[in-house]
C-alpha cells in the first residue's frame, strides 16, 4: 500500500532534477522541431509553426534519450527519433483535441480552436507525414517501421476506447488492453529505438521498450486518476471529464465492479443523466475502497517495470529510466494520498 | 479547341480496354488490400474492411503499375507500393469525408456517415500509418522518403484550399499550386515509384513523374469542370457542391475574371446567399467562353505529360501511359462537347 512519504526514506526525484543532465539533449530536440517549420510547404508554415508550440513535458523524448544515454552525448540519431516521436505524440494530440471537442490545452487555444477542425485533421496528418519523412532519413527502415506500426496501434486503442464509449461494461482486461496501445505503445518504440539508435544490443532495447511500456501502462492509470482527485488549477482542466464523454477508466470500472448489482443500475442512470460531479464520485470511490484497488494496480505496473531492468543494472541508461519510474511514483504517491 | 469525336480518328481507348493488360495486376492488389485487413489490431478490423471497400477507379495503382510495366509481369514489389499509396489515398478520402461532411460516395455510406467523424479521423490515420508500415516492408528507405514526403505535400494542398475557402481572389496561379499538392503530387509518386521499383533508370523514373504530375493537373481540371457539367447520375454526386462549400475551382475563377468589374460584386453576393444553382453558372459560363479557356488550360496540360515522355518513346511503359492520357483526354472532351 501506498503511505505518505516516511522522512526516512530519499526523497523521490524532482521532474527538474531527472531533466538536468538531458538539458542540452532536449534543447537540441527544441530547436530541432524549430527549424522543422521551415520543412512544411510555405503555405502552412504558421499553422505548423503554432502546432508545434505545445511543449508539455515531453516524456516520449525524454524516453528516448534516457534509453539510448551514454554519458550525456548529444546525438543527432536520439534529437532526430525523438523529435519523430513527438512529432507523431502532436499529432495523435491534435486529432484527439478535435474529437473531445477540447478548446484549451496547456492554457493555450487548441489548434482545432484556433483554426477550425479542417485545418486541425490535416495539420496533424502533415506532422505525422514529416515524423515518417525524418523517419526515412535514418539509413535502414527501422525507424519507419517501428514508427508506423506504433502509430497504427495508437489508433487503434483510440478507436477502440470511442467504441466502448458510455460501456461499463467494458472490462478491466479490455481496460489494459487500450491503455497499452494508445500510451504504452508509442512510450515503448521511443526508449527501445534510443537504446538500438545509440548501440545498445538488441536485447538491452527490447528490455528498455518493455520498461517502457509498463511504465506507460501506470502513466496512463495516474493520468486516469488524476481525472478524478487531480488539482483543477495545476492539471488545468476540469475534472471528471472522462466521464462525462463516456469514458470509463480504471477508477470508474473497478467502482462499478465494487457496487451492489442492485445500485449499478442506478449509478448508470446518474452518470447518463449528468448527475455525478467529480467530487461525488471521489466519495464513492472512497467508500468502496477503489483508491487502493487502482494503486495496487499502478504499483504492479512499476514493479513489472523495474523488474524487466533488473538484468541490465550495470549499464549506463538504467539509472536514468528507473530516475523516470520513481517520478511517475511520487506523482502518484502525491495525487492518492492527498486525497 | 476541342471538338466533337471526327469519325475518321482512331476511337480514343475505353477504361475497360486500357485496364485489360493490368487485370492480373489490379486482382494482385485487390487480394493484397483484402488481406491487410489482418494485419491491423482485431479491435479496428470491421471498421478498416468498410473502410477499404471504396472502389474507385485506382488511377495511382494504375500509374504505379504503367510506370513498371514490363511485359506484363505482375511484380510483387509494384503490387506492394501500389496498395501503398492506394491507401494514402483512401486515408485522404476518408478525412475529406469528414470535412466536407459527405454522407456518400460512389453510393455508398462514407465512413464518417456509417461510423461517425470520431472513428473516421483515427481510422484514416490507422490506414495511412499501414501505408507507412508497408513502405518500410522495401529493402530502403526510398518508398518511406517518397510517400511521406509526398503525403505531407498532399495535406498541405488540402489546408490551402481549406484557408482559401470563400476567398474569389484567389488568383489561378494559385490554384494551379493547391491542385498539384493535393492531386499531382501523389499521382507523380505513383508512376516514379513504379518505374523505379521495376528497374528502370534514374532518368526515365523522374520523367514518369513529370508526366503523372502533368496529368494529375489536367485531371484535377477535368474534375473540377465536371463539378458544374457532370452527369449526376453518373459521378454519383450533386453538381456545383465546390462553389457551395466556397471552393472557387477553375471555372469559376475564369469566370469571375472575365466578368464586367460591376457584376463581380454581384456575382459573390448571389454566390454567398446560394442563388446561383449549377445551371446557373453553366449559362454564365457559356456566355463569357470560359469552357474554351478551362479546356485550354487541360490541354496545355497534357501537352506538357505527352512532351515529357518523347525521348523515351521506346520503353514499354510509355505506350500504357498515354493509352492513360488518351483516356483522360476522351473524357475531359465528352464532358466539354457534350455540354
Not at 538531458?22 to 517549420?37: K, R, T, Y
Not at 442506478?266 to 449528468?274: M, N, P, S, T, Y
Amino acid at each position: 500500500m501506498l503511505t505518505a512519504q516516511n522522512k526516512s526514506q530519499p526523497r523521490p526525484p524532482a521532474f527538474d532534477d531527472i531533466v538536468k543532465p538531458v538539458v542540452p539533449h532536449m534543447q537540441a530536440l527544441g530547436s530541432f522541431l524549430d527549424d522543422q517549420v521551415e520543412q512544411f510547404e510555405t503555405d502552412i508554415r504558421d499553422l505548423v509553426r503554432y502546432s508545434l508550440q505545445n511543449q508539455g513535458k515531453r516524456l516520449r523524448p525524454l524516453l528516448v534519450f534516457f534509453g539510448g544515454w551514454r554519458d550525456g552525448v548529444v546525438s543527432p540519431e536520439l534529437v532526430r527519433v525523438a523529435a519523430v516521436v513527438e512529432l507523431v505524440h502532436l499529432a495523435t494530440l491534435i486529432h484527439d483535441d478535435i474529437l473531445d471537442d477540447a478548446t484549451l490545452r496547456h492554457n493555450s487555444d487548441t489548434v482545432s480552436a484556433r483554426y477550425g477542425s479542417t485545418a486541425a485533421v490535416l495539420v496533424g496528418d502533415a506532422l505525422f507525414s514529416q515524423a515518417l519523412a525524418l523517419a526515412s532519413d535514418f539509413p535502414t527502415v527501422e525507424v519507419c517501421r517501428a514508427v508506423s506500426l506504433s502509430t497504427r496501434r495508437v489508433c487503434a486503442g483510440e478507436i477502440r476506447q470511442t467504441f466502448e464509449r458510455g460501456n461499463a461494461d467494458f472490462s478491466l482486461e479490455e481496460y489494459f488492453r487500450v491503455i497499452d496501445l494508445k500510451t504504452a505503445e508509442l512510450f515503448s518504440v521511443s526508449s527501445r529505438l534510443g537504446a538500438s539508435l545509440a548501440g545498445y544490443e538488441a536485447d538491452f532495447a527490447e528490455a528498455a521498450g518493455k520498461f517502457s511500456r509498463h511504465l506507460g501502462v501506470a502513466y496512463q492509470i495516474f493520468d486516469d486518476l488524476a481525472d478524478y482527485l487531480g488539482d483543477e488549477d495545476k492539471i488545468g482542466k476540469t475534472l471528471g471529464t472522462d466521464l462525462a464523454s463516456g469514458k470509463f477508466t480504471l477508477p470508474v470500472l473497478v467502482l462499478f465492479q465494487r457496487l451492489p448489482r442492485g445500485e449499478q443500475k442506478l449509478f448508470l442512470q446518474r452518470v447518463r443523466r449528468g448527475e455525478l460531479n467529480a467530487a461525488h464520485l471521489v466519495e464513492l470511490m472512497k467508500d468502496y475502497a477503489v483508491i487502493a484497488e487502482v494503486s495496487s494496480s499502478f504499483e504492479q505496473e512499476l514493479a513489472k517495470a523495474e523488474a524487466v531492468l533488473e538484468p541490465f543494472a550495470g549499464l549506463p541508461p538504467v539509472p536514468r529510466l528507473r530516475n523516470l519510474s520513481q517520478f511517475v511514483l511520487s506523482q502518484f504517491q502525491r495525487l492518492a494520498v492527498g486525497s
